[in-house]
């Protein structure tokens, strides 16, 4: 949903694939969101040789639907190990089912990415709407969900282990797997969850 976090993961993500592949690339689908988006860090991915795929230069900033072309083509070279961050919401996974006829053919994961302290996703009823919602628009099935329950710098060990414990049981209603808990990276929490530690690329303006 919209403001889970799934840019600080699908930038961090990225950045770990890199550690093991010559090939990377990190697609920017966002076109929901005006605000944080993967386009915002492209000089740093790219200097990491992590291919960014987003709209022209001169559209980068700008608030339209853009999917560049070579998108596609990204998405089906079995050389690259690629990351797709698509928009929050059902819009967002409209996106990502425009872009089915390439994706139903390769080896692909979709991660659900859950924050708890957002707004309709705090109880397992409305993650379960919302999971049911967006797999229905994006026309695919989810196969893991993440917990990604954080309230900015002032999360506490309490708030994601409050998160983990939301998101296993919605994972025992849905029958999805929950693949692991992500936090920041300055963040000591051991849970029932394997851990994925991030370094924090979106940055509060105050």
Do not use: C, Q
């Not at 929901?32 to 001169?58: C, G, H, Q, W």
């Not at 049981?169 to 929950?178: L, Y």
Request: hydrophobic fraction near 40%; charged fraction near 25%; aromatic fraction near 8%.
């Amino acid at each position: 949903m919209f403001g889970s976090g799934k840019t600080e993961l699908s930038i961090n993500t990225a950045i770990t694939l890199r550690k093991s592949s010559s090939k990377v690339a990190l697609i920017d689908i966002d076109i929901i969101s005006p605000y944080f988006r993967s386009r915002d860090e492209k000089l740093f991915l790219e200097n990491m040789n992590i291919k960014v795929i987003t709209a022209p230069e001169r559209y980068m900033h700008a608030d339209l639907p853009i999917i560049p072309p070579e998108v596609g083509g990204y998405i089906s070279n079995k050389e690259f190990l690629t990351v797709i961050d698509a928009g929050g919401n059902e819009d967002g996974a409209i996106v990502l089912g425009s872009l089915n006829h390439f994706l139903e053919n390769v080896d692909k994961k979709i991660l659900f990415v859950i924050n708890v302290f957002r707004p309709f996703s705090s109880t397992e009823e409305e993650i379960v709407r919302n999971i049911d919602k967006i797999s229905r628009a994006a026309r695919s099935k989810i196969d893991y969900l993440v917990n990604n329950s954080n309230i900015g710098p002032e999360t506490t060990t309490d708030d994601i282990k409050t998160g983990e414990e939301i998101v296993l049981k919605v994972s025992k209603m849905t029958g999805i797997p929950a693949v692991f808990t992500s936090i920041d990276e300055n963040i000591d929490y051991k849970g029932k969850l394997p851990i994925f530690r991030m370094k924090r690329f979106m940055k509060n303006s105050w």
